[in-house]
């Protein structure tokens, strides 16, 4: 079945520095979401990407995805303390008549002042 | 706005026991879900409702029952709890797709259970 993998799993950075996490997929994705859950929080939807190519921004954060729709990808410029958390993304899948969400492994981000 | 609220937030069951996680949601959303997390393991569907009196499994739904039979509530149960079902067990809900798109999910605090 559809798998969403993403990389790396965990990545601990200074304060300041730049984060990216990476999500790819085993078949075309109608659209992709992005959620962060802070430790010991519940996941909270950022954003939702539709069309070939899309990169939206919000604030620090830029999402992409790819041109193919089989990959997308998360970037924080400049990390503060408060990006901590796991990030996952979060692909369709159709499943007897169901469009289900499959969620990734996630990327844990460690931020030190 | 309350959003998605479950009960209880933490349970420690004895093995064999059972017990119901309760979520309730006042959005007016007609789909709910209730995942589980395990660590490395992202979060898997255990069962979703797209409306009152409808429910179906997700991917992993062995050993969990589940019912709504109010559009607000979605109650998950488990049958004889074994020690493979701690986790941490996530309710969230959301408006049906629209344009075919997926609409997004807002999910509860969450239930920390434990199995012994």
């Known amino acids: 079945g559809q798998q969403v993998m993403q990389i790396p799993q965990y990545q601990h950075v200074q304060e300041g520095e730049d984060f990216t996490t990476y999500c790819n997929s085993s078949?075309?994705?109608?659209?992709i979401q992005w959620y962060k859950q802070r430790p010991g929080g519940h996941p909270v939807f950022l954003i939702q990407?539709?069309?070939?190519?899309e990169v939206k921004k919000q604030k620090r954060l830029t999402f992409q995805f790819g041109e193919a729709k089989k990959n997308s990808s998360l970037h924080i410029t400049a990390t503060q303390t408060t990006d901590v958390g796991t990030y996952f993304c979060?692909?369709?899948?159709?499943?007897?008549?169901?469009?289900?969400?499959?969620f990734g492994t996630g990327t844990r981000l460690l931020v030190s002042p | 706005n309350a959003g998605v609220t479950q009960t209880p937030k933490f349970r420690v069951l004895k093995t064999g026991q059972s017990m119901t996680l309760l979520c309730a949601q006042d959005?007016?959303?007609?789909?709910m879900y209730w995942y589980r997390q395990d660590p490395g393991m992202g979060l898997r569907l255990i069962h979703y409702s797209v409306g009152e009196g409808t429910t179906a499994k997700g991917e992993v739904p062995d050993g969990y029952n589940v019912s709504r039979l109010k559009k607000q509530n979605f109650l998950l149960g488990l049958e004889s709890a074994a020690p493979s079902q701690t986790s941490v067990y996530f309710c969230?809900?959301?408006?049906?797709?629209?344009?075919?798109?997926?609409?997004?999910?807002?999910f509860g605090d969450g239930t920390r259970l434990s199995i012994l």
């Open positions: 990407l539709v069309k070939s190519g």
């Open positions: 959005m007016n959303h007609e789909y």
């Open positions: 969230a809900s959301s408006y049906p797709p629209k344009g075919g798109v997926r609409q997004p999910q807002h």
């Open positions: 979060a692909g369709p899948r159709w499943s007897t008549g169901f469009q289900k969400l499959v």
């Open positions: 078949t075309t994705l109608s659209n």
